[in-house]
């Protein structure tokens, strides 16, 4: 099974650890990430402006790379699966965004042909969770987890088609498949905050300090994300009141290719 890849910056700087042991992750359960070349910085936030193009041209160069391989492209850090997301529906269906890209890039057109799929949905929808349960060598037994979703990976829920939005499970479940306990919270779908950061440094730190006092009042030993943001927020603002991994990290370790 392989898959067109797009790592994106976090990825390959401050969290190229968190890439590794979803690569090493990938490679045990049978997947081919195909690294696209030349790829560019998605911008890390989806601009809702109508006529905002130029930030969103390295989104399509992505999916056409994909295109051309004829294969789906995989996301690993939730900004960028939003963002590419959120550009690929726009090609798709706001005509005059994908007429004004198409006559911008001026090298094929490109259209919304390809699949975007996060890793976690490539767990679930391509590999299945009962596999990766098959192929555990070292059971989280005992663990008791929590998931922090966030807010890219869910909404807008009609664009991402990622999970239900109010009520997400693909988490938990991968949670269970590890062979831990996960733990539900009502924050676990919430803002974090950290994009507020350069704003107001008092608003992540607050929703962080919510979303971790939250998960420890019912019982959670550990957090796990899916996006680096998320991931430096709740670890920086969080103030050690719960370690916060990322979710390849926990994978690599249950796989035994963790060193």
């Given at each position: 099974m392989e898959f067109s890849y797009y790592p994106g910056c976090t990825l390959k700087s401050?969290?190229?650890d968190l890439e590794i042991y979803?690569?090493?992750?990938?490679?045990?359960?049978?997947v081919k990430m195909n690294e696209i070349a030349d790829w560019q910085c998605c911008g890390g936030c989806y601009s809702t402006a109508k006529d905002e193009i130029a930030t969103k041209l390295a989104s399509v160069r992505a999916l056409k790379a994909a295109k051309a391989r004829g294969e789906d492209l995989l996301t690993l850090c939730s900004a960028c699966h939003?963002?590419?997301?959120?550009?690929?529906?726009?090609?798709?269906?706001?005509?005059?965004?994908?007429?004004?890209?198409?006559?911008?890039?001026n090298d094929g057109e490109y259209n919304?042909?390809?699949?975007?799929?996060h890793?976690?949905?490539?767990?679930?929808?391509?590999?299945?969770?009962?596999?990766?349960?098959q192929a555990v060598v070292n059971p989280l037994t005992g663990k008791k987890i929590g998931a922090y979703y966030g807010c890219l990976l869910l909404r807008p829920s009609s664009v991402m088609a990622f999970d239900n939005p109010e009520n997400p499970t693909i988490m938990e479940d991968f949670i269970k498949a590890l062979g831990a306990t996960p733990v539900k919270y009502?924050?676990?779908?919430?803002?974090?905050?950290a994009y507020c950061t350069l704003e107001d440094k008092s608003i992540p730190e607050k929703r962080a300090g919510k979303i971790?006092?939250?998960a420890l009042s019912k019982g959670a030993e550990m957090l796990i994300t899916a996006c680096p943001l998320c991931l430096y927020n709740l670890k920086v603002n969080g103030k050690g009141k719960l370690p916060v991994v990322y979710f390849t990290?926990?994978?690599?370790?249950?796989?035994?290719?963790?060193e």
């Open positions: 401050k969290g190229k979803a690569i090493k992750s990938a490679e045990k359960l049978g939003n963002v590419i997301k959120r550009v690929n529906f726009d090609m798709q269906n706001d005509k005059t965004f994908n007429s004004r890209v198409n006559t911008y890039l919304g042909e390809t699949n975007v799929i890793y976690l949905e490539m767990l679930r929808d391509r590999i299945g969770f009962d596999k990766i349960r009502q924050t676990r779908n919430e803002c974090c905050g971790l006092d939250d990290e926990l994978l690599a370790e249950a796989l035994g290719v963790k």
